[in-house]
T-cell receptor, first 122, second 106 residues
Framework: QVHLQESGPGLVKPSETLSLTCIVS?????????WGWIRQPPGKGLEWIGTISHSGDTYYIPSLKSRVTISLDTSKNQFSLKLNSVTAADTAVYYC???????????????WGQGTLATVSS | EKVMTQSPATLSVSPGERATLSCRASQSVNNNLAWYQQKPGQAPRLLIHAASTRASGIPARFSGSGSGTEFTLTISSLQSEDFAVYYC?????????FGQGTKVEI
């Protein structure tokens, strides 16, 4: 069974960088599939942030592209999100998830982490 | 960017009743549409992909239909555990986009 678990600081100061990691178990991320980050501001809907392939190709939402980096660490079977120059508007629950299709990028998400709340505040 | 609009925002139903949720895309997404269920404090759960294919382990009372710009999620007989927020998501084009959600409440 595939399991994803987010980790990272719960509090980030404005203008600093939010860094989160998603540890994957039950599947080797270097073997295939696409791995994404989705966020949800408190009381609001879902927003896709970006996706990375098992080979490191990345896809980002245009509105965040200048501030986002998603990377892989296959030796630790994890992938990471960095969002720089954060503001209060970046306060959200951040989810990591696996896309459903093993070979085509940009599909639905079948496995999700539990989510981690990141608050931007001084 | 494809904008996904869900209606109604809130749907009040009784256990055992049928619930019909709608999702409209600003442009055609073919059948590249998914539905998710989210309960408070939990991650979304994939219910339907490819507009009408139930995900693994999803009960048959959940069904999806539609193509192009108009989609429907139907819950044939609501169970107590089905009261939640439901989101649609298109994956026909980048960026992947979600609807704003429909809350199904008693």
């Amino acid at each position: 069974q595939v399991h994803l678990q987010e980790s990272g600081p719960g509090l980030v100061k404005p203008s600093e960088t939010l860094s989160l990691t998603c540890i994957v178990s039950g599947y080797s991320i270097s073997s295939g599939y696409f791995w994404g980050w989705i966020r949800q501001p408190p009381g609001k809907g879902l927003e896709w942030i970006g996706t990375i392939s098992h080979s490191g190709d990345t896809y980002y939402i245009p509105s965040l592209k200048s501030r986002v980096t998603i990377s892989l660490d296959t030796s630790k079977n994890q992938f990471s999100l960095k969002l720089n120059s954060v503001t209060a508007a970046d306060t959200a629950v951040y989810y990591c998830a696996r896309e459903q299709d093993i070979s085509v990028a940009g599909t639905s998400f079948d496995y999700w982490g539990q989510g981690t709340l990141a608050t931007v505040s001084s | 960017e494809k904008v996904m609009t869900q209606s109604p925002a809130t749907l009040s139903v009784s256990p055992g009743e049928r619930a019909t949720l709608s999702c409209r895309a600003s442009q055609s997404v073919n059948n590249n549409l998914a539905w998710y269920q989210q309960k408070p404090g939990q991650a979304p759960r994939l219910l339907i992909h490819a507009a009408s294919t139930r995900a693994s382990g999803i009960p048959a009372r959940f069904s999806g239909s539609g193509s192009g710009t108009e989609f429907t999620l139907t819950i044939s007989s609501l169970q107590s555990e089905d009261f939640a927020v439901y989101y649609c998501q298109q994956y026909n084009n980048w960026p992947l986009t979600f609807g704003q959600g429909t809350k199904v409440e008693i």
